[in-house]
């Protein structure tokens, strides 16, 4: 048993032309449709959820879109320097479970920062990836680096993860991120790393694609 991963690379592209293409390749789905990584670099933009409250933008007037989709969670910025990868991925077909998908892509992102020296670590009831209380990372324990909301309509996935690899980061104080007041956000590059945003995305693709294989590989040896 093995499914094809495409990975795309669809470079700079405004958020609703992403957003709108995102749900017409999950619509027109069939069973043996392939799955999608995008990896997709944003002008800057707000995006709160379905259930979000923009009560979570703190400035009237910040100059940024603000568009409302179909995720869960509540607001985020992506921005130029800024890593997205959006996770096109039959879930039923692979007999993978929502949990299980969220703890994949949350692994794929922390190692992705392994790569590169970082130690990043999940909270409890906050999907994302948060930098880890090492002495070097000391000042910044507890920021977020990596953002995650998804959608599932019939089995299958779309929107995905974004990672902060050299932003501006001042948008991000112009909101509670995430809904969570006083969240602190960072970037790779704050944190000493001098990576480039095609390496970076390579490196997370790779990492995505790594996992949703392993999940498949362990299915099939139960399954034999």
Known sequence: ????????????EDY????????????????????????????????LGLAGNPAHLLLADTGIPLVKVDRGGQITYHGPGQVVAYTLID???????????????EQAAIDTLAAYNLAGERK???PGIYVAP????????????????????????YHGVSL?????LRPFSWINPCGYAGLQTIDMATLGV??????????????LSFHLEQHTLRLASLAG
Request: with cysteine; net charge positive.
């Open 134 to 157: 090492t002495a070097a990372q000391d000042p910044y324990r507890g920021a977020k680096i990596a953002a995650l909301g998804l959608k599932i309509r019939n089995g299958c996935s």
């Open 1 to 12: 048993m093995t499914f094809s991963i495409d990975v795309c690379w669809r470079g700079t």
């Open 124 to 126: 409890a009831g906050a």
């Open 164 to 168: 902060n690899v050299a932003m501006d």
């Open 91 to 105: 879930l039923r077909r692979r007999k993978l479970m929502v949990r299980e998908f969220v703890n994949l892509i």
């Open 16 to 47: 609703q032309r992403s957003f709108d293409a995102m749900r017409a390749y999950t619509d027109a789905r069939v069973p043996d449709t392939p799955d999608q990584l995008w990896l997709v670099e944003h002008p800057a933009v707000y995006t």
């Open 194 to 207: 001098a990576a480039g945003w095609n390496e970076v995305a390579q490196k997370l693709a790779e990492r």
